[in-house]
């Protein structure tokens, strides 16, 4: 059984007296390989799912940071600690966790226009992608 190069436009058959675990008949295929599976993981892995905003977790998630604030803010951003003396309020480290989880299903749940910058990010990766795959069949 011939082996030949995973690279997809290529095709060229590996040597038998190649170590078995090659893949590629050479290291520039290999990299091309690699960034275009990087490319693709980073198109499917950029944006989550679109959600609406009411979904399951949303209204908990903002009924949790709703109370974290109202508590600082009657308590104070400083309070005092076990020994009395003045530190930051305990549940100020827990804001920046709330806020990434609402603009996360927020920035989902929004309607993705030409205007989007990750949309755009995309589409230029599909294009780059595309021009690639082209240019390795006409070779």
């Not at 600690?81 to 530190?87: K, L, N, R």
């Amino acid at each position: 059984m011939k082996r030949r190069c995973a690279h997809s436009p290529c095709g060229a058959e590996i040597p038998a007296t190649a170590d078995p675990r090659t893949r590629f008949c050479t290291d520039a295929h290999r990299k091309a390989a690699a960034r275009a599976r990087k490319a693709a993981e980073a198109i499917t892995r950029s944006r989550p799912a679109p959600t609406e905003p009411t979904g399951e977790r949303y209204p908990a998630l903002r009924a949790i940071w709703d109370a974290v604030a109202a508590t600082i803010a009657a308590e104070g951003v400083m309070v005092a600690g076990s020994s009395g003396v003045p530190v930051s309020h305990p549940l100020l480290r827990f804001l920046g966790q709330l806020d990434t989880a609402l603009s996360a299903h927020e920035r989902a749940s929004e309607a993705s226009d030409d205007t989007d910058p990750v949309a755009v990010a995309q589409a230029a990766a599909r294009t780059a992608m595309e021009a690639y795959r082209r240019d390795q069949s006409e070779q």
